[in-house]
């Protein structure tokens, strides 16, 4: 009996051992915002990116890692000299999740949407260099532009430009329909959403057949989670304080990366008296954006314009506006604030912001500035803030890469107008030439830095955290996205 009970208990710690040891196909990843929505075309949060990006939606184009343009939904291009028209060849029999076919038609009715008049694409922009589009055959798209846009196919990879279909847009806020590896399941409103691999997929299974992405704001909870193992991946952790302890435990990997986040104190300037110039060079003097790195854990680099460190073309002006509260006191009584002045900063949910907020009301206060910081939901940012300009100041961190073409908008939330930055966009916006969308891109940072729309803070650094038997995840960031196609678990 007792060898017969010892027989039994070794073969079922065998079977036990064998199913352990089977290859994992699913995966939780953590995030710290639910996204509003579910259609990246209809918004502007980077969160509905994270969920959906080359998961759920594809473009014509696709961007990696390293923000280099790859084929995805077209498989080839040829441009023609003048830079004017770019002929797609796109991939055949590729249909979205429901069933409807992807053609050179979708491409069309996806493109003319972008850039109608009623859109709602938070990067309409993007889409008004089209001229027309026209397809000569299914499987091929002709694009015709009314000037040279050396951008185009990096705009053509991001979120706002994945193709949608005719039958499916109108639902894709609750109900996304894509061409991507994995279509929805289930969205539980303040909880988490889940994918699984979209049976019909072109391009094949990926090696994760289920995904969950699962919402969890509080920084503690967040580490947590991943402690406890339930959450294998935390791409952007919000609690870096606790790394020390993820390092010294060989159950997890911590990687530094970088984004491509441009983190702002960004400021209404047609507001008084953030409409007068001395007022907000004042503000970019009584920020020390070393201390303020230092405060949020040291992940980060502070920077002076809006673009980050690795960018091309990118130049250091942190320099314009060394921390000096003397001098931040001066252009403040010369512009007429006396101290005791309040203003109000409004913080949506991510820790840099509701952190930073206070580590920057305690700088404001050394230069006689009152803040009153009244923390959002994300929800009423966008209604608030983004949508209606109804503000004074907020913390954010512009993530859309290369997206010096916000301050040329006509309307945009922090209301920056400049007919010379205007100027010299245009020219940047619609040449090819490398070296002289490269001196450009330095004389529109310049510009930025001496008008200081908004106090340019830090570049958000990329902290993740995840099993360290998971494979594929992104070490940084340029856009944010979480790619499951590429991940795996280790044999």
């Known amino acids: 009996m007792t060898r017969l009970l010892a027989a039994t208990l070794a073969a079922t710690l065998a079977a036990i051992g064998t199913v352990q040891a089977a290859p994992k196909d699913s995966i939780i990843i953590g995030m710290t915002l639910e996204p509003p929505m579910l259609d990246p075309t209809a918004g502007a ?131 996304p329909v894509g061409t991507g590896p994995y279509k929805l399941v289930r969205w539980v409103k303040g909880d988490r959403v889940e994918l699984a ?98 405060a949020l854990g040291n992940y980060g680099t502070p920077i002076g314009s809006h673009e980050v460190p690795g960018d091309a073309g990118y130049i250091d002006l942190t320099g314009m506006y060394p921390y000096d509260v003397a001098k931040a006191k001066a252009l403040l009584a010369e512009a007429g604030i006396k101290p005791g002045f309040t203003m109000t900063i409004r913080l949506p949910p991510p820790p840099y912001a509701r952190r930073g907020g206070e580590v ?48 040329a908008r006509d309307k945009y939330y922090f209301e920056y107008h400049s007919a010379e930055y205007n100027a010299l966009y245009k020219q940047f916006a619609e040449t090819n030439d490398p070296a002289t969308r490269l001196a450009l891109r330095g004389a529109l940072q310049l510009k930025l830095a001496e008008d200081e729309p908004n106090v340019f803070l830090f570049a958000l650094a990329k902290v993740g955290v995840w099993n360290a038997d998971l494979r594929g995840l992104w070490s940084n960031e340029p856009i944010f996205a979480n790619v499951v196609s590429e991940m795996s678990w280790a044999k």
């Open 45 to 175: 949060a980077a969160a509905i990116g994270e969920v959906t990006y080359r998961n759920i939606f594809e473009g014509l184009t696709a961007l990696d890692s390293g923000m280099q343009v790859h084929p995805l939904l077209a498989k080839s291009w040829t441009v023609s000299p003048d830079g004017l028209t770019y002929t797609f060849a796109l991939r055949p029999g590729v249909t979205f999740s429901d069933g409807a076919r992807f053609d050179c038609s979708v491409v069309k009715f996806t493109y003319e949407r972008a850039a109608a008049p009623d859109s709602v694409n938070a990067h309409k922009g993007k889409f008004e260099p089209i001229a027309s589009v026209a397809c000569p055959t299914p499987e091929t798209a002709v694009v015709t532009l009314k000037r040279p846009t050396g951008a185009f196919l990096v705009d053509m990879g991001t979120n706002d430009a994945v193709m949608v279909s005719p039958v499916s847009a109108a639902g894709n806020k609750t109900n």
């Open 197 to 294: 691999r979209n049976p019909g997929y072109w391009g094949g299974p990926p090696a994760i057949a289920s995904v969950t992405f699962r919402f969890i704001a509080d920084p503690s909870a967040a580490a947590a989670s991943v402690l406890a193992g339930d959450v294998d991946a935390f791409p952007l952790f919000p609690a870096p304080e606790t790394l020390d302890q993820f390092r010294a435990d060989k159950r997890f990997h911590v990687q530094i990366g970088t984004t491509s986040g441009k983190t702002i104190l960004a400021l209404n300037n047609t507001r008084k008296p953030f409409n007068d110039i001395r007022v907000r060079r004042a503000l970019a003097h009584a920020i020390d954006r070393k201390g303020l790195v230092d």
């Open 360 to 407: 920057i009301a305690a700088m404001l206060e050394q230069v006689g500035i009152t803040v009153k910081l009244v923390p959002i939901e994300w929800a009423q940012w966008l209604d608030q803030v983004f949508k209606q300009s109804d503000f004074d100041a907020t913390i954010i961190s512009h993530v859309e890469p290369g997206d010096l073409d916000i301050y």
